[in-house]
């Protein structure tokens, strides 16, 4: 379409006369300016030559549109005449003259600009973002003959991204699945263009489904937001619309971008987001909000779901707000355990994440939310939700912590709202009193280069475990990194990124303070403690290694905080891992095992430690089977010399016991027997279920990079 309209510029440069103009003739114009002109003829971008002295204006079709009732009378006139409403601001009218004067280039982005789009400056005034940029055009001795002026105007997708932001405040004073809901069909105007939005969940009515709408013409008083939704059976275009999407998992938009429909994956039961826009191609950035929606949503209705069958607020807090599962990519192993304080029975607000972001590296995050109980629980996982938004959105560390900043910020303004009445905790007014933040170090991790990239919030120094390789240069087994520490979140400051490379074997230890606080102790000393720990911890996998740094420092008796331990390991080249989903059934512990000889005698394992795997790998299942009821997921990992084994089911069986020594106990002995021939042993209760695992340091019969000797230098 630009290319079209591209004759128009060119008719308007050939009929002007440009000897009146300090450009003087055409054919004298110097050959580097008209071969500028010619490269924006041709480009779809809005640009222009601001020439000479009185920055003559020359623009293309694309320009054009951005001038609106300007154009075409603008054309060939100065630019302080055309743009006077703004010329005079610092990056409009100074920009230019020193690209001019000095030939210094410029980029700036989200410039917020008030233009008028007609010659009377009360003329369709409207305010806008910009991406700039001035870059100077040479003659053949050197001198700037005119500014290359290239923007594009970003108001729609900073408002959309600044929805998204306001779309995981807003989720966090919503509880039930209505206010969710509400939230949802309010936001998805400005998230994603939309003249109307539908939500749609399972029904046990003849559709299947049942679906609230709301219409952007729709404005609603404050009292009218605070009654429930609508909800009706969906017609039928409707219901095979969402079936199609379901079934497909994925984001559907028609051709001409009239109609998108989004399936939150991640609620339960399901829910599908229809929207309607105008009939226009959709923005390159849309995918990016509907990422961030998916998750922010799909993870709100899930809670709400839980919370609106009437599950006490102690454990839908304790067994939804953190991960499930953390990934788990080739190069890198990663583990987390949390340690609430007085066995669970007040939430805290310690959490922490792991999730890829769009550009394939991994992000980490641990945080703790000040204060404990219900208020700061929700608020922790208010907040998760949150990193996560704003992490896909924007990746950099500075704009996830100014994100989070605001987040926080408007949580301890709209907490009172989201309480509700009729239990003792919840009484009208009960807020943080702009007491509320956040201590949170977040991480970003390039799997392929072990490149890490840390910010402290407040938080803790993480502890870097060396492997091998830096034993061998002299670098002791840990030792704190050295970064500086910005304010919490919540708190106006500046949070330094620090750039560190994790070698192959080494592993980053990031925490919450109630590792280190005990009741009448000095934290110091709890410092101390945890160096004296981390000197002596023996070779293992990031799982092996927190739950012995959890064991070794946390006593339940003294321990004054919740906890919260995140590792992450770098594997050596060619690590291995195989996974299979075993059914809950007897016959499926011989296809456990045999499917785990394979692997094990595929890895030249030695075969005295086979059988000691195995052996442990049919006493896990079993118990599996027998008390869980579920499905179980088994994992092999070998890395350095080391077998690590791991069954992960989803029932509700609490954590699995051991017997100890009493013989005549008929349960348990099997797990029993697999700590005393394991070299390390744990159990994990997490909201996806139970995780059982232990670790074998093996003999490998190749002798290659996996022999056992190797892999015992190494974490």
């Not at 002295?53 to 694309?62: I, K, S």
């Not at 304790?318 to 599962?325: A, D, E, I, K």
């Not at 052996?615 to 690590?644: K, P, R, W």
Request: with cysteine; charged share 20%; hydrophobic share 45%.
């Amino acid at each position: 379409m630009v290319h079209g309209r591209a004759s128009e510029a060119r008719r308007l440069a050939d009929e002007r006369d440009w000897s009146t103009t300090s450009l003087g003739p055409r054919d004298q114009w110097p050959s580097q300016l008209r071969d500028a002109w010619e490269l924006a003829l041709d480009c779809e971008l809005p640009m222009a030559l601001l020439c000479g002295d009185d920055f003559t204006m020359l623009y293309n079709a694309a320009f054009a549109e951005l001038l609106g009732g300007k154009h075409p009378r603008a054309f060939g006139q100065p630019a302080p005449d055309v743009v006077v409403e703004v010329w005079d601001h610092p990056s409009v009218g100074q920009r230019f003259n020193a690209v001019l004067a000095a030939g210094e280039p410029f980029v700036e982005e989200g410039t917020a600009l008030t233009l008028s789009r007609g010659w009377a400056l009360e003329d369709e005034v409207d305010t806008g973002s910009y991406l700039r940029s001035g870059s100077p055009i040479r003659d053949e001795n050197g001198k700037v003959v005119a500014v290359l002026h290239v923007v594009l105007e970003t108001t729609a997708a900073i408002r959309r991204a600044q929805s998204i932001a306001q779309l995981a405040t807003a989720l966090a004073v919503a509880v039930t699945v209505d206010d969710v809901c509400k939230v949802v069909l309010r936001q998805s105007m400005t998230a994603l263009d939309a003249l109307s939005a539908t939500i749609c969940l399972p029904s046990p009515g003849p559709a299947g489904w049942r679906m609230a709408r709301r219409h952007r013409i729709e404005e609603l008083s404050p009292d009218e937001e605070r009654l429930p939704l609508i909800w009706s059976e969906t017609s039928d275009d409707i219901a095979a619309l969402v079936a199609d999407v379901t079934a497909r998992g994925a984001t559907y938009a028609s051709e001409n971008g009239e109609v998108v429909a989004v399936p939150l994956r991640a609620a339960s039961p399901g829910a599908v987001l229809v929207v309607q826009r105008l009939p226009a191609p959709i923005p390159t950035d849309l995918s990016v909000m509907v990422d961030a929606l998916v998750e922010l949503v799909g993870e709100a209705l899930r809670r709400a779901v839980l919370f609106d069958a009437e599950r006490t607020t102690a454990e839908l807090l304790q067994r939804t707000l953190l991960p499930p599962n953390l990934p788990q990519p080739d190069a890198l192993s990663i583990a987390a355990l949390y340690q609430p304080v007085s066995g669970g029975t007040v939430p805290g607000g310690d959490f922490y994440d792991s999730f890829f972001l769009t550009d394939g590296r991994l992000a980490l995050v641990i945080g703790d939310v000040v204060g404990r109980g219900v208020m700061a629980a929700t608020v922790m996982g208010q907040v998760r939700a949150a990193v996560r938004g704003a992490a896909m959105t924007d990746g950099a560390h500075r704009s996830v912590m100014a994100t989070l900043d605001r987040v926080v910020w408007d949580l301890d303004a709209l907490w009172p709202a989201s309480m509700p009445l009729g239990t003792p905790r919840a009484r009208p007014g009960m807020a943080f009193g702009g007491e509320l933040f956040v201590t949170m170090l977040f991480g970003v991790v390039d799997p392929e280069t072990g490149s890490v990239e840390l910010a402290s919030a407040g938080h803790p120094l993480p502890m870097l475990l060396y492997g091998h390789e830096g034993r061998a240069q002299g670098k002791p087994r840990g030792e704190p990194v050295a970064m500086t520490v910005g304010p919490p979140i919540g708190i106006k400051g500046e949070r330094p990124v620090h750039r560190l490379e994790l070698g192959v074997g080494d592993m980053l230890l990031a925490f919450t303070d109630g590792l280190l606080e005990r009741r009448g102790e000095d934290l110091r000393r709890g410092e101390e403690r945890l160096h004296e720990v981390v000197a002596q911890l023996p070779p293992g996998t990031p799982r092996s290694v927190a739950e012995s740094v959890m064991r070794q420092l946390v006593d339940a008796q003294q321990q004054e905080d919740d906890c919260a331990l995140l590792a992450l390991g770098r594997s050596p080249e060619g690590h291995r891992r195989a996974a299979i989903v075993v059914p809950p059934m007897p016959e499926s512990v011989k296809a456990a095992r045999d499917w785990a000889r394979e692997h094990l005698v595929l890895w030249d394992v030695a075969e005295g430690d086979q059988h000691t795997i195995v052996t442990g790998i049919s006493e896990l299942i079993t118990n599996a089977v027998l008390h869980a009821g579920t499905e179980s997921h088994l994992t092999l990992d070998l890395d350095s010399g080391l077998l690590a084994v791991t069954v992960a089911d989803s029932g509700n069986r609490g954590e699995p016991r051991l017997t100890g020594a009493d013989t005549m106990a008929v349960r348990g002995r099997g797990l029993s027997l697999v700590r005393a021939v394991a070299d390390a042993f744990g159990t994990h209760r997490t909201s996806a279920g139970t995780t059982v695992w232990f670790e074998i340091a093996v003999e490998l019969t190749s002798g290659g990079a996996y022999a056992a000797g190797a892999g015992r230098s190494s974490p």
